[in-house]
């Protein structure tokens, strides 16, 4: 079972960027998923999750009306649309899945499935 993030680099504060999580070695489409973002010497902190048929979405407070999370069932793929990018979003952003049937959560813990990471540096 592997989630391999894609989509991160480098762009100005006030572009944009669109991260992919695709999944192999087993269907996702009941479960929900979620990113979260890390910087160094920080905690991994939650983004954005999404419950495991699309129709539930939650962000942190920082990046309401900028993000948008999505997942496409049929290729296993969840995505997150970051707009409007500020420096302070710089950081390794991990996609991440829980069990089957489980709703979504911002909790780090509550996540059984992880993917490697993808950098996102927005320069000023």
């Known amino acids: 079972v592997q989630l391999q993030a894609s989509g991160g680099g480098l762009v100005q504060a006030g572009g944009s960027l669109r991260l992919s999580c695709a999944a192999s070695?087993?269907?996702?489409?009941?479960?929900?998923k979620g990113w979260f973002r890390q910087t160094p010497g920080k905690e991994r902190e939650f983004v954005a999750a999404?419950?495991?048929?699309?129709?539930?979405?939650y962000y942190v407070d920082s990046v309401k009306g900028r993000f948008t999370i999505s997942r496409d069932n049929a290729k296993n793929t969840v995505y997150l649309q970051m707009n409007s990018l500020k420096p302070e979003d710089t950081a390794v952003y991990y996609c991440?899945?829980?069990?089957?049937?489980?709703?979504?959560?911002?909790?780090?813990?509550?996540?059984?499935?992880w993917g490697q990471g993808t950098l996102v540096t927005v320069s000023s």
């Open positions: 070695g087993r269907t996702f489409s009941s479960n929900a």
């Open positions: 999404i419950s495991a048929r699309g129709g539930i979405t």
């Open positions: 991440a899945a829980r069990g089957s049937y489980s709703s979504l959560s911002t909790e780090l813990g509550d996540y059984n499935y």
